[in-house]
Nanobody
Framework: QVQLAESGGGLVQAGGSLRLSCTASRLTFNSYAMGWFRQAPGKEREFVSAITRNSGSSYYTDSVKGRFTISRDNAKNTVYLQMNSLKPEDTAVYYC????????????????WGKGTLVTVSS
């Protein structure tokens, strides 16, 4: 079955950087838009960023614009999220998502999810 495997999470001080990776297997990777969601303790899962199949367009939630950058390498079946200037409010489990429809206004459009990677930003 399809698997999305995230990596790169960890503990970082405020102002620091992390790079998340998500590698897909058993997925026609270049047929899917790819994205990242996050879920903080006690909160709903929220959209963070997404990128279209051919990297032609990318999208960000307002709170991460200018700090996070999404990219993908279709040859490696991998999507990345470079996170700079991290803040304590970025602390969450980050989930990789594959969405054939490229609709990101809710979790209901996501076709496949990863298991998540924890990002903790200390103040």
């Amino acid at each position: 079955q399809v698997q999305l495997a995230e990596s790169g999470g960890g503990l970082v001080q405020a102002g620091g950087s992390l790079r998340l990776s998500c590698t897909a297997s058993r997925l026609t990777f270049n047929s899917y838009a790819m994205g990242w969601f996050r879920q903080a303790p006690g909160k709903e899962r929220e959209f963070v960023s997404a990128i279209t199949r051919n990297s032609g367009s990318s999208y960000y939630t307002d709170s991460v614009k200018g700090r996070f950058t999404i990219s993908r390498d279709n040859a490696k079946n991998t999507v990345y999220l470079q996170m700079n200037s991290l803040k304590p409010e970025d602390t969450a489990v980050y989930y990789c998502a594959a969405d054939r429809s490229n609709v990101w206004d809710s979790t209901s459009w996501v076709d496949y999810w990863g298991k998540g990677t924890l990002v903790t930003v200390s103040s």
